[in-house]
């Protein structure tokens, strides 16, 4: 379940969204606003200050909170049910990932190389230990975005970590409890040998496949021991 905070910072987001409020409104007191959501005037405060660091919100000190000039945030609202929300995070990384591996072979630096292969060396060693590697893969798809040559794409992980997070967690027990985890790591090898080989397209494929893997994964029952 999202947290209150959450749940109040969305509320707030969507009245001035709906309302078409324009920048400099003023909006209600805290008073008001934990009156009209049945919250603390605490949580209150909370979810202006998220809706303020993602620029939605302006809050003058003595004054109150105004509607700033900034586009409307982008945000992955936590739903219950886990793997819906775990699915469509992994569909959204399809797009960016593979696209980043498929700059990557053409752009990479020796440096960035060299960082993609010492992230996927951590990643073995620790599956071989049969030993969480969530950290580790992580760190492999990080040092991917990073060698795409644009900024962007490592920014936008970045956001996107918290959810990865979520989505790598998720596969990653599954895998391990059928022992799939060698299945994930070869994925990772096809990856960074299409990188290194400057192969574009096949960095693309194998980086897609690597994540429609994934889905399947999470949507295949789990059998001890299967492969």
Not at 36 to 54: D, I, K, Q
Not at 127 to 151: C, Q, S, T, W
Not at 167 to 173: A, F, K, N, P, Q
């Amino acid at each position: 379940m999202p947290k209150l905070t959450d749940r109040v910072a969305q509320a707030l987001q969507d009245h001035i969204v709906g309302s078409g409020l324009l920048p400099g409104a003023q909006l209600p007191t805290i008073a008001t606003l934990s009156s009209t959501y049945g919250v603390s005037p605490t949580v209150v405060r909370e979810a202006l200050a998220r809706l303020r660091s993602e620029g939605l919100v302006e809050v003058r000190q003595g004054s109150g909170a105004y509607v700033s000039g900034a586009l409307r945030p982008f945000r992955i609202a936590a739903e219950p049910g886990g793997d819906a929300s775990v699915l469509r995070v992994l569909e959204l990384r399809l797009g960016l990932e593979a696209e980043a591996a498929a700059l990557a072979a053409t752009r990479a630096s020796r440096t960035q190389l060299r960082h993609i292969r010492d992230a996927f060396k951590a990643f073995t060693v620790r599956i071989e230990a049969d030993e969480p590697a969530m950290a580790e893969d992580l760190r492999f798809h990080r040092a991917v975005a990073e060698a795409a040559g644009n900024p962007l794409f490592a920014e936008f992980q970045t956001f996107l970590q918290q959810y990865l997070t979520d989505s790598i967690g998720v596969s990653h027990g599954r895998s391990r409890e059928a022992g799939r985890m060698r299945a994930v790591l070869a994925e990772h090898g096809r990856i960074l040998d299409a990188i290194a080989a400057r192969d574009a397209e096949g960095a693309r494929a194998a980086m897609r496949d690597h994540l429609q893997a994934g889905m399947a994964r999470l949507r295949r029952p789990v059998r001890r021991g299967s492969p």
